[in-house]
């Protein structure tokens, strides 16, 4: 059965970049080429969401909330799907996931994606 594994996440300030990796194992070159790949993303407490996907011939979809901001794109000789993510906020926290557009491959673990702000200073009168 095929297998996605996830890599590339981790702890950014807002601003900051971050690329992952999704590499679709036990699955041959000619089926995984022509698939429609996504990502997808859940933060705490809410459902899974829809981030960006690629179909075989590498047109490009993305949700609105990251259009500008983050490219997906494919090397399909290494099965693998990429995100490049920029100029990242804190609500782009989350757990991100790769799969087909259909969600018909079994999830993988998800790659742990944290963004923090610049933080509010807090002031104790005497």
């Known amino acids: 059965q095929a297998q996605l594994v996830e890599s590339g996440g981790g702890s950014v300030p807002a601003g900051g970049s971050l690329r992952l990796s999704c590499k679709a194992s036990r699955m041959i070159f000619s089926t995984f080429s022509p698939l429609t790949m996504g990502w997808y993303r859940q933060a705490p407490g809410k459902q899974r969401e829809l981030v960006a996907t690629i179909t075989g011939s590498r047109n490009e979809n993305y949700s609105e909330s990251v259009k500008g901001r983050f490219t997906i794109s494919r090397d399909n000789s290494r099965k693998t799907v990429y995100l490049q993510m920029n100029n990242l906020k804190p609500e782009d926290t989350g757990v991100y996931y790769c799969?087909?557009?259909?969600?018909?491959?079994?999830w993988g673990q998800g790659t742990q994606v944290t963004v923090w702000g610049q933080g509010t200073q807090v002031t104790v009168p005497s």
């Open positions: 799969n087909r557009d259909n969600w018909e491959l079994p």
